[in-house]
């Protein structure tokens, strides 16, 4: 994230699927999709494999050598 552009978060949504059934994952969701047209931007930051497959975009993070970590777009 740029400088000029720190100020522009407002909410970043960490981790909230770890404890979460099936059932309230989908709720979750669900929820997202509905708020996602009221907000420019959401930040979702998750372990979860299977979540990415319902986001629009998604920036995989991973850690290579010399404990650099590499953003990637997907």
Known sequence: ISDENVHRIRDVLDEV???QDPERKA???RALA???PKFRQIFLITHIDDVKDGM???ITVQE???HV???RLE
């Open 34 to 36: 509905r708020l996602s």
């Open 27 to 29: 709720n979750i969701m």
């Open 56 to 58: 629009e975009h998604v």
């Open 69 to 71: 970590s590499y953003a």
């Open 17 to 19: 699927f770890g404890s």
């Open 64 to 66: 290579g050598e010399n």
